[in-house]
């Protein structure tokens, strides 16, 4: 896995929104992530149909440390009408660390931690108001843990 630096442009997003308690989230985002993949020639305008957005906010207004808010999105061009059941995320133009995993999505973790070492280690600072991202492509099979086949990208927003 090797880090680098991206600098994104605006991204607008529509897909369905979770919440629910964080002990809850290996079961309920592989629903959410189906869901999503059974909806999605619901959406106008899609960029990439073959790429899904798990993202979540490192920071909540939410008064509720308790609950996890993720959401599973698919990038969309400008203004497209929003399904009943899902919501529109507009995400500004935003710098990232960037990694791809390759392997189960039970080690995902290891791209975390090697991200995040990465920015300590070049003096990058997270940007905590924005959404981390995680983009599931053709290759990704959130429904299987241990197959070695699965491939995602991770994207931690820095300052």
């Keep these: 896995m090797e880090c680098k630096v991206l600098e994104c442009g605006e991204r607008k997003l529509?897909?369905?929104?979770?919440?629910?308690?964080f002990q809850e989230m290996e079961t309920e985002i592989p629903k959410a992530w189906l869901a999503m993949k059974n909806r999605i020639r619901e959406l106008n305008g899609l960029v990439n149909d073959g790429i899904l957005y798990g993202m979540y906010p490192q920071e909540s207004d939410n008064p509720d440390p308790g609950q996890c808010y993720?959401?599973?999105?698919?990038e969309v061009h400008a203004e497209q009408p929003v399904p009943e059941g899902m919501v529109?995320?507009?995400?500004?133009?935003?710098k990232y660390v960037s990694c791809v995993y390759r392997g189960p999505i039970k080690q995902f973790y290891t791209a975390y931690a090697k991200v995040n070492a990465f920015i300590a280690s070049e003096g990058y600072v997270h940007n905590r108001k924005a959404y981390v991202?995680?983009?599931?492509?053709?290759?990704?099979?959130?429904?299987?843990?241990?197959t070695q086949e699965n491939e995602l990208e991770l994207r931690i927003p820095i300052e």
């Design 88 to 94: 529109r995320i507009d995400i500004p133009p935003q």
């Design 133 to 146: 991202l995680e983009l599931k492509g053709p290759r990704t099979n959130v429904l299987d843990k241990e």
């Design 70 to 74: 993720y959401y599973i999105c698919a």
């Design 14 to 21: 529509i897909g369905i929104e979770i919440v629910c308690p």
